[in-house]
């Protein structure tokens, strides 16, 4: 009895997970323009989705600075630059973040910038 009763209650809990409707995202990895990163010295960036959904809400980004699907964004450092996706005017581009020049806070992997 002890047995079937974990197993229904396990069931229970798998059935009820699809019903909350949000799943977590967690971080989600941004390779695509990988080539490009190797030649500037920088790897892939883990972005907190999580983190910033607590900071922001879904309409803050969505679907205005980025699409919510993944891959879809076609995101550059000159785009950011220009105030658009992670450099949008309330994000990294102003004093509610911190600046996009401080490359290893997005990017894994910066190699030190060597002193002349
Ligand atoms: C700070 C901006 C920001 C906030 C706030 C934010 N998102 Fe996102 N979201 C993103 C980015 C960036 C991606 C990745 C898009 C890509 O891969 O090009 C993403 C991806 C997604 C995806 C696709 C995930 C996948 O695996 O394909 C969904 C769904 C999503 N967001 C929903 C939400 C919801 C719901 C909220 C609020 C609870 C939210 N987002 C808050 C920036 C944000
Ligand atoms: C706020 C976060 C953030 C900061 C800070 C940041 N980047 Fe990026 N960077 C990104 C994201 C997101 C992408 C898109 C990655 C993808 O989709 O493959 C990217 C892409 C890139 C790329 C490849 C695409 C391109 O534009 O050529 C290079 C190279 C790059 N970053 C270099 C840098 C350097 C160098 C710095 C510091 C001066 C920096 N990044 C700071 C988030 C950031």
């Given at each position: 009895m002890r047995v079937k009763a974990g197993i229904l209650i396990f069931a229970l809990l798998l059935a009820a997970v699809p019903s909350t409707g949000l799943a977590a995202i967690g971080t989600i990895r941004f390779d695509d323009k990988i080539e490009s990163m190797k030649k500037a010295g920088v790897g892939p960036v883990m972005f907190p989705h999580d983190k910033h959904e607590k900071t922001n809400k879904c309409d803050e980004c969505h679907?205005?600075?980025?699409?919510?699907?993944?891959?879809?964004n076609n995101i550059s450092m000159k785009l950011n630059m220009e105030g658009?996706?992670?450099?949008?005017p309330n994000c990294?581009?102003?004093?509610k973040a911190f600046p996009l020049f401080q490359c290893a806070s997005c990017h894994t992997g910066v190699k030190a910038v060597k002193k002349n």
């Amino acid at each position: 009895m002890r047995v079937k009763a974990g197993i229904l209650i396990f069931a229970l809990l798998l059935a009820a997970v699809p019903s909350t409707g949000l799943a977590a995202i967690g971080t989600i990895r941004f390779d695509d323009k990988i080539e490009s990163m190797k030649k500037a010295g920088v790897g892939p960036v883990m972005f907190p989705h999580d983190k910033h959904e607590k900071t922001n809400k879904c309409d803050e980004c969505h679907p205005k600075i980025f699409k919510d699907k993944r891959g879809e964004n076609n995101i550059s450092m000159k785009l950011n630059m220009e105030g658009k996706f992670c450099g949008s005017p309330n994000c990294h581009n102003s004093p509610k973040a911190f600046p996009l020049f401080q490359c290893a806070s997005c990017h894994t992997g910066v190699k030190a910038v060597k002193k002349n």
